[in-house]
């Protein structure tokens, strides 16, 4: 006879199992006094060391005290008429986790195949070129939205603003270099940030045709925003290669 | 599709740390050469198995490429296994348990599956074992059960694909009939799976075993 | 040196995960087929040089294995860099960092919150990780609170239930039910510990045992 061991058994459905092999029991025809008897021999051991796995242990043991009653007493029928074993639910359940175990026992062959088995460890010398961001921001931007963008900075300008007659020196260099200045800081900038605090529309319109160039000498990537009428401008790193 | 991708579709798979798929081949290739050109799944398909023919006949590559949770990778051949074993940690690592199998084997056939319709399969608590899966990635929380009480439900991930090497679901091995199972006299080996338990438990003998199967290969 | 090596090598730098030397290989293949085997760095440069010639006249592979300061180790061939960079964009454009998933959980389980409470939370300004967020619209703004200066409040989309493959913000795991899956775990560690030491002199036995029948299977 095998020594049974503690933690030799996933569950009460194993340890059935178990018996019914090494007793070649027939299952369909289990003797439950016999089977009892032995399970709550099992389950008085694991009981002393843990409780927690017992309970599933003992729970199954009154299963089985209660099915043995049951086949003392005269058969319940079903609505055919037929009599009702009363094992025929545990036999279900005893098949029903047989047929897992024996794909978990495949699935362990599976396992053993793939272990063997290795994938390529080392990508850091593998060149990549980050695609030109530019393409892809186009296809969420549209011309309209820039064109939004810009119309509200132009809009929400005070009104008074409009009639001081100043010249101003600005020029697309300053402020492609204002901009790039700006992204050193911040990884990402909302246009209307930018725009923000300029009181004379030539400023604005200056700033934004240097941001055109920018976008356009691919040094910096626009997308759109949450934010209606305003997008985000970022730095795109340069391209090596 | 022109013959060009197959260098391409080739690099796009040595590249990539985790199993690609067609679409994200043809979204590469589309995105860069032009949404014209005409490439399909079952292109890029068949120029995997050309490519892994001529690796195996003409370049006799020790890899080859591997249909792998829905996507392709790039991965050896068995019969190196006890070298690159020899240098790496990696196999040393530990098997999945019984318990974790036959969980496994439950939640992939029956998923979404609750944690009390796999209770009552396997007749033990499962926390445990569940906690465990979720946490090496192997299984998922992928929604809830409309039933009372509205319990979560359980399902594999890809990773638990890429683990047993199997390019789909329906690459598992199906399990029997129980009526099948009922005329099959010859139960498991009881004794011999216990051993093989045990075993397991013991990484140094493990990769000594290891060792002298693949030596016997 | 066997040209049975070739492949031996070549397994061995593809699965290497750093660059690997000609001692190692040596050690690997002395480790495993004998100390008496020939085999010399030259060799295994010599080797690599042969590999490099098939791959690129005869097998015209979009790979090659180089050579740097401390090792071999494979490479794509920068011809396909472009390829590859937009395969690595596209795939950084999907992932979410790990502060970004923190954050969004943290949204999905108070929705609707305000950036404050957020950074309270986090304890880290977050304006960076709320736009990508809205940016991949995961998050969106959902309304205002009634508190002093109407702070915006953040809410989960329709495409953040989409992406975890939830069907409504109820399905969201609960925090008691992830406790619940993962308790008890020390102490059922602490159980099967006791249990495998009063166990453990049966245990060698059995793995003797069973590692001789094994053998002669």
């Given at each position: 006879m095998y020594k049974i061991k503690l933690d030799q058994f996933e569950g009460p459905l194993d340890l059935l199992l178990f018996f019914i092999k090494r007793d070649e029991l027939n299952i369909y025809d289990i003797p439950i006094s016999r089977i009892t008897k032995e399970f709550l021999e099992y389950v008085n051991l694991i009981k002393m060391l843990d409780l927690e796995i017992a309970g599933d242990f003992i729970l199954m043991a009154s299963t089985l005290m209660h099915i043995k009653v049951k086949m003392l007493l005269p058969r319940e029928v079903d609505e055919k008429g037929e009599q009702i074993d009363p094992r025929t639910d545990l036999i279900q359940a005893l098949l029903e986790y047989k047929k897992y175990k024996e794909v978990a026992e495949e699935m362990g062959y599976f396992e053993t195949d793939q272990r063997k088995v290795s994938f390529r460890g080392n990508f850091s010398e593998d060149e990549k070129i980050a695609p030109p961001e530019y393409d892809i921001l186009l296809k969420n931007v549209t011309l309209f939205d820039l064109a939004k963008a810009f119309k509200k900075a132009i809009q929400?300008?005070?009104?008074?603003?409009?009639?001081e007659i100043k010249k101003i020196n600005i020029t697309i260099d300053e402020q492609i270099q204002f901009i790039l200045d700006r992204l050193e800081k911040d990884k990402e900038l909302h246009f209307l940030s930018i725009v923000d605090g300029m009181r004379e529309k030539i400023r604005i319109v200056i700033t934004f045709v240097a941001l055109l160039e920018l976008t356009k000498m691919g040094q910096i990537g626009i997308k759109i925003s949450d934010n209606f009428n305003d997008f985000i401008l970022y730095k795109l790193e340069v391209a090596n290669g | 599709m022109d013959s060009i991708y197959y260098q391409v579709i080739e690099a796009l798979i040595f590249s990539s740390d985790e199993p690609l798929n067609s679409a994200d081949i043809i979204k590469a290739i589309k995105g860069l050469d032009g949404e014209d050109i005409k490439i399909t799944p079952d292109e890029i398909e068949e120029t995997v198995d050309i490519l892994n023919k001529k690796y195996e006949e003409?370049?006799?590559?020790s890899f080859r490429i591997s249909k792998i949770a829905n996507g392709f990778l790039f991965s050896t051949r068995p019969e190196y296994a006890k070298y690159l074993g020899f240098l790496s940690s990696e196999k040393s690592k530990r098997r999945l348990s019984q318990a974790a199998l036959e969980t496994l084997a439950i939640i992939a056939y029956?998923?979404?599956?609750t944690k009390p319709e796999l209770e009552t399969i396997r007749g033990v608590n499962s926390d445990y074992i569940l906690n465990t899966l979720l946490e090496k990635n192997l299984i998922t929380i992928s929604g809830r059960a409309e039933t009372i009480g509205r319990p979560l439900l359980y399902g594999t991930t890809d990773e638990f694909l890429k683990y047993f090497g199997l390019?789909?679901?329906?690459?598992l091995p199906k399990p029997r009939e129980i009526d099948e199972i009922m005329k099959d006299e010859d139960f498991l080996d009881q004794k011999r799976k216990i051993m093989m338990n045990l075993i397991e438990d013991d990484v140094q003998n493990e990769i000594k075993e290891s060792t002298e199967n693949n030596a016997s290969e």
């Open positions: 929400d300008l005070k009104p008074e603003v409009v009639h | 003409e370049s006799k590559l029956k998923q979404p599956i390019y789909k679901l329906s690459d």
